[in-house]
T-cell receptor
């Protein structure tokens, strides 16, 4: 079955530590996205990538980094500079062309601080 | 468990009744809209979309209505079932903006037996 796989499902971070969240898709989608979800709020865009080796900052990129070395993979690193990292992180992907395509989501990674 | 949905507006309906979930979008330039369903502990699931050249679109048991004059979107679910209980989000997009979506805060639908 085609889909988006996020791992791990739960992740704990110590103070001063960087952690990396995995996102893999086998939908042959060009574009991939990372969102953060906090209670009572909508999804907020962290980073997105439309093609391999290219990515752009979203609305809340500070304290995060990404890479896009393969079409299938878009890992997100939560750095120690992110002072409030506790949240539910969602990865999504979509076709680039034609424009206006629905994004499809993985089942998220819940990150907590130890 | 999943804590998303705390402090969200809640719609409570009886099983078998129709549900209407509303969304006011923010940008008059938005021309593509999507409804997502999110169950506890899972990612959002695509339900239905609509482009701004339409004012109504129907799927299986769901209908989306778009009123561009007042920037309002609604999702109608016919014969609501317990499995419809979830948080529902609307999202808007402007053509040419790399499919960047802006999400609403969501509405929790509770189906009572």
């Amino acid at each position: 079955d085609g889909g988006i796989t996020q791992s791990p499902k739960y992740l704990f971070r110590k103070e001063g530590q960087n952690v990396t969240l995995s996102c893999e898709q086998n939908l042959n989608h060009d574009a991939m996205y990372w969102y953060r979800q906090d209670p009572g709020q909508g999804l907020r865009l962290i980073y997105y990538s439309q093609i391999v080796n290219d990515f752009q900052k979203g609305d809340i990129a500070e304290g995060y980094s990404v890479s896009r070395e393969k079409k299938e993979s878009f890992p997100l690193t939560v750095t120690s500079a992110q002072k409030n990292p506790t949240a539910f992180y969602l990865c999504a992907s979509s076709y680039r062309d034609p424009s206006n395509q629905p994004q499809h989501f993985g089942d998220g990674t819940r990150l907590s601080i130890l | 468990g999943e804590s998303v949905g705390l402090h969200l507006p809640t719609l409570s309906v009886q099983e078998g009744d129709n549900s209407i979930i509303n969304c006011a979008y923010s940008n008059s330039a938005s021309d593509y809209f999507i409804w997502y369903k999110q169950e506890s502990g899972k990612g959002p699931q695509f339900i239905i979309d609509i482009r701004s050249n339409m004012d109504k679109r129907q799927g299986q048991r769901v209908t989306v209505l778009l009123n561009k004059t007042v920037k309002h979107l609604s999702l109608q679910i016919a014969a609501t079932q317990p499995g419809d209980s979830a948080v529902y989000f609307c999202a808007e997009n402007i053509s040419g903006t790399a499919s960047k979506l802006t999400f609403g805060t969501g509405t929790r639908l509770q189906v009572t037996l």
